[in-house]
């Protein structure tokens, strides 16, 4: 994570392209920085584009631009225990486990998305969502058969990665977990 975002930031300092007024230019600008870092952040480690094209991007198009044309995001909703109903736009790149997390909804994650254990068990709500997934790895498999409830429509939320064809997507979140390192743990985003 720490190399990704020094050539992010490598990125802005060659390519600062934001269009604001001379008065809050670098107040807007590092607000639009930060929002492009973390966009950009979840696109290299998720695999959705290499550094290469995130320059090409910076290069052509402002990055409030991209903010823009990212942040909208994918509709996705969450049903706690309770069958309370959270619904949250979510950016594309972005897993499951980590829209959760930042928006305070109940979703452990004690391995921080390492693929090390089933506290981010989620049930997916439609089997027509769970087709447009891609197959579970083996390592996720292996995680899910430790998961508390599981089902046929079972997934850990850290593999669960927002795009477009997810748009609506509805997640249960199980009325338990089985969390072996400490009972409730949440670890705090990085």
């Known amino acids: 994570m720490t190399e990704t975002k020094v050539i992010q930031r490598a990125i802005f300092q060659k390519h600062h392209q934001f269009s604001t007024t001379a ?11 930060e929002k492009c870092v973390k ?3 979840h696109q290299l480690l998720n695999g959705l584009a290499t550094t290469h094209q995130l320059v090409a991007w910076v290069t052509r198009w402002t990055c409030s631009i991209i903010v823009e044309d990212m942040m909208i995001g994918i509709s996705v909703t969450f049903v706690d225990k309770d ?3 959270k619904h949250l736009k979510v950016p594309i790149g972005m897993s ?18 390492s693929l090390a254990c089933s506290t ?9 969502y769970y087709n447009k997934l891609e197959d579970p790895s083996d390592e ?10 599981l089902t046929e429509t079972s997934r850990l939320g850290c593999q669960v990665i927002a795009k477009p064809e997810l748009d609506g997507i509805r997640l249960a979140i199980p009325a338990a977990t089985r ?7 949440v670890p705090k985003p990085h």
Request: hydrophobic content about 40%; overall charge negative; glycine content about 12%.
């Open 83 to 85: 069958g309370e109903e």
């Open 39 to 41: 966009i950009f952040g």
């Open 120 to 128: 981010c068990h989620v049930i997916v709500m439609d089997m027509e």
């Open 179 to 185: 969390n072996f390192a400490v009972d409730g743990y």
């Open 140 to 149: 996720e498999n292996d995680m899910l058969d430790l998961a508390f409830g």
């Open 96 to 113: 499951m486990l980590e829209a959760a997390h930042e928006n305070d909804i109940e979703l452990e994650g004690a391995c921080e998305g």
């Open 23 to 33: 008065d809050n230019a670098s107040e807007q600008g590092s607000e639009q920085e």
